[in-house]
């Protein structure tokens, strides 16, 4: 009898040995896969930048979380390009259908030439949300692109 227990024992210890979860590396496909296909991009026509936008958290369509995404900024030739001195970006989040604005906009921070990272944008509630990107120039507006989102 238990001679049969430890037999048992092992078979089934075996049998239940498959794949290890800590060899599994198709979620690191899948974060590259998810940035490659949140990349959305308009452009500044007054200085020939396009914006880039590639979420990282989010969008989410609850004043509980936390929204976050990249800002790169090309010229035509798909290179890097840096904001002249005197501009700025501006990031506004707009509900059209009710009227109002975000809780918070968020702020942005340069991280290198040509990337910004946009960070503590929280959005109300679900529904449609325009995103607006204002290029300032010396504190004013020069141009503004949107990018839509059904939250």
């Known amino acids: 009898m238990k001679k049969n227990l430890i037999i048992i024992f092992v078979l089934t210890f075996f049998a239940s040995c498959g794949n290890s979860p800590q060899n599994e590396h ?10 490659e296909n949140s990349k959305e991009q308009k452009t500044f026509k007054s200085i ?3 914006v880039q936008l590639q979420w990282l958290q989010g969008p ?3 004043p509980a979380q936390e929204s976050q995404f990249l800002m790169v900024l090309t010229n035509s030739k798909g290179q ?3 904001l002249l ?7 506004t989040g707009i509900m059209p259908s009710m009227g109002h604005g975000t809780d918070w906009d968020g ?10 990272f946009h960070k503590e944008l929280f959005f109300n509630m ?5 995103l607006y990107i204002d290029l300032m120039k010396n504190n004013e507006i020069v141009e503004t692109i949107n990018f839509d989102y059904m939250l």
């Open 107 to 116: 702020e942005n921070i340069r991280l290198e030439k040509g990337l910004y």
């Open 126 to 130: 679900p529904g449609d949300w325009v």
């Open 85 to 91: 001195e005197e501009y700025s970006l501006k990031v």
């Open 26 to 35: 198709s979620y690191e496909k899948k974060i590259t896969d998810s940035l």
């Open 60 to 62: 989410f369509g609850d």
């Open 80 to 82: 890097t390009v840096e």
């Open 48 to 50: 020939a930048t396009s």
